[in-house]
Nanobody, 115 residues
């Protein structure tokens, strides 16, 4: 059974850093694209970053220069380094790995940034 596990969330003061991890297990296929989305309280889901296997990376405007995604293709995993966190980054963060045949979602990991 395929499973997505996100981790690394927590509570941090403004200006701090967190690293989120995402791993897809139980899939024989490699990830061709992986994305992080977030759902701030009371707001619509927004794109944080999308990374394709051809090397293209697209960051949301609000996180450019602060967040960086790293891939570990051999492990079907990705890491989101989040620096200079701001209160507006507070949200539930979801990882979305995609194989050639399927799209997967985890349960999310909560990030809370206090001023």
């Amino acid at each position: 059974q395929e499973q997505v596990v996100e981790s690394g969330g927590g509570s941090v003061q403004a200006g701090g850093s967190l690293r989120l991890s995402c791993a897809l297990s139980g899939s024989a296929a490699s990830i061709v694209a992986i994305a992080w989305y977030r759902e701030p309280p009371g707001r619509q889901r927004e794109t944080v970053v999308i990374s394709w296997s051809d090397g293209r990376i697209q960051y949301g405007d609000s996180v450019k220069g602060r967040f960086t995604i790293y891939r570990d293709n051999t492990k079907n995993a990705a890491y989101l380094q989040m620096n200079d966190l701001k209160p507006e980054d507070t949200a539930m963060y979801f990882c979305n790995p995609n194989t050639p045949n399927a799209s997967y979602w985890g349960q999310g990991t909560q990030v809370t940034v206090s001023s």
